[in-house]
């Protein structure tokens, strides 16, 4: 198989942003898994923040990976990708210099696009961590990103959260992050169609829809027409080679009981130790009022 060149795969990713076809992503997470997506014919790969930070710390989702160590899981994957790779760039590790920084540096990495979202991030003690920023200071994160681009056929994807805001709210970002100079609009939150299709009527750019498997958002014909160009179903694969990783060493050690037999969902938290974090932030970060 030759060699596709990033700035190839870049523009690979922007016809699928224009066709009228509607592609699911492989989830990647290491070179390895780059290959095999694409050899099984995947048009598209993403590497996903809460992968990274499993891969790269064995830790939950809490905005703990940083820049560097995201950029370098990247990087591996880039150097033998033949598929376009979304990288999900968070909030863009900061504020919109940060974002900048982020920028060059995935770029270098050979990713074809990246996601900013305007969550806001890290989350504060006590707070939903699907609290937001300003539409002003996500407006401001896009055009850093843009700004800092060196190679205009990297796509930049403004993301946002439709399942905390009212349609009104959530087209009303999504306009602001299409004057910024938007590539695409990525949504997480979506409900059902009904749901996509109040926010879809407002929208000019090319959509890509976080489903994380929702039954609901399963028409493929029915996304198409609406402007979905890229689903994001969640991250199956990694789970499963968790699970498998278990299982094979598991069997090696002969451990037979029943209560070893945990599934992909419980090996994450196990082995992650969400609670350890939770007790620091509470000791750490709680304000006494």
């Given at each position: 198989?030759?060699?596709?060149?990033?700035?190839?795969?870049?523009?690979?990713?922007?016809?699928?942003?224009?066709?009228?076809?509607?592609?699911?992503?492989?989830?990647?997470f290491d070179p390895m898994s780059a290959r095999i997506a694409a050899d099984l014919g995947f048009e598209v790969g993403i590497l996903g923040g809460s992968v990274a930070s499993l891969q790269v710390l064995a830790?939950?989702?809490?905005?703990?990976?940083?820049?560097?160590?995201?950029?370098?899981q990247a990087a591996r994957i880039g150097r033998v990708a033949?598929?376009?790779?979304?990288a999900d760039a968070d909030h863009g590790y900061g504020n919109a210099l940060n974002v900048m920084r982020t920028v060059a540096e995935l770029e270098r990495s050979g990713?074809?696009?990246?996601?900013?979202?305007?969550?806001?991030?890290?989350?504060?003690f006590g707070r939903k961590s699907s609290d937001l920023i300003s539409i002003e200071e996500g407006a401001g994160k896009i055009k850093a990103a843009l700004e800092s681009r060196s190679?205009?056929?990297?796509?930049?994807?403004?993301?946002?959260?439709?399942?905390?805001?009212?349609?009104?709210?959530?087209?009303?970002?999504?306009?602001a992050y299409t004057q910024a100079g938007a590539d695409a609009?990525?949504?997480?939150?979506?409900?059902?169609?009904?749901?996509?299709e109040l926010i879809a009527r407002e929208v000019t750019l090319p959509l890509m829809l976080v489903?994380?498997?929702n039954p609901r958002l399963c028409d493929n014909a029915r996304l198409r027409s609406l402007g979905v160009r890229i689903v994001v179903a969640g991250h199956a694969a990694y789970f499963a080679s968790i699970k498998a990783t278990y299982d094979c060493l598991r069997e090696q050690r002969n451990i037979t009981s029943v209560t070893s037999d945990l599934s992909a969902t419980e090996l994450t938290h196990t082995y992650t130790r969400p609670e350890r974090f939770q007790?620091?932030?509470?000791?750490?970060?709680?304000?006494?009022?």
């Open positions: 198989m030759s060699r596709i060149s990033h700035q190839g795969l870049r523009l690979e990713f922007r016809k699928l942003l224009a066709s009228s076809d509607c592609y699911h992503t492989a989830s990647v830790a939950p989702d809490f905005a703990l990976i940083t820049l560097s160590e995201f950029v370098e033949q598929l376009p790779i979304i990713v074809a696009a990246l996601t900013i979202e305007d969550t806001l991030l890290p989350a504060q190679d205009p056929s990297l796509s930049i994807i403004a993301r946002t959260n439709a399942g905390t805001l009212s349609v009104g709210q959530v087209t009303t970002r999504i306009q609009i990525c949504l997480v939150g979506i409900q059902d169609f009904e749901h996509l489903t994380y498997g007790v620091w932030a509470k000791e750490f970060m709680s304000v006494d009022e």
